[in-house]
């Protein structure tokens, strides 16, 4: 195999590795949506209904964590990378690339 062959080949490879990378990305990013929500829907109907949570206080802890491994997921591979556009996609201004 000659080096444009190896150079492709391994070009696919990364593309399939990235393809992977982004797709976890996008199911982290649902899980913390669905996640962040159903927290906050218990404690705003506890809340209605007059009933105490237990330690309050780690549960606040734990959505400030939760906020913070999605900004480092994001630091990894941030949604709004141009990595998530099509190539070809005309640009905003209607310009070509």
């Known amino acids: 195999m000659n080096d444009t062959n190896n150079n492709l080949i391994l070009k696919i490879q ?4 990235l393809e992977k990378a982004v797709r ?3 199911l982290n ?3 913390y949506n669905h ?8 404690m705003k109907a506890a809340e209605k209904l007059n009933i105490t949570l ?3 206080d780690k549960i ?3 959505i400030s ?13 941030p949604s709004s990378s141009p ?3 099509h190539p070809n996609k005309i640009p905003e201004d209607g310009t070509e690339p």
């Open 24 to 26: 976890y990305q996008r």
């Open 35 to 42: 996640l962040i929500s159903v927290i906050m829907f218990l």
């Open 29 to 31: 990013q649902e899980l």
């Open 65 to 77: 964590r939760i906020h913070s491994i999605m900004d480092d997921v994001d630091d990894i591979l």
């Open 14 to 17: 990364l593309a399939k590795e």
């Open 83 to 85: 990595i998530f556009e």
């Open 54 to 56: 237990p330690n309050l």
């Open 60 to 62: 606040h802890d734990s």
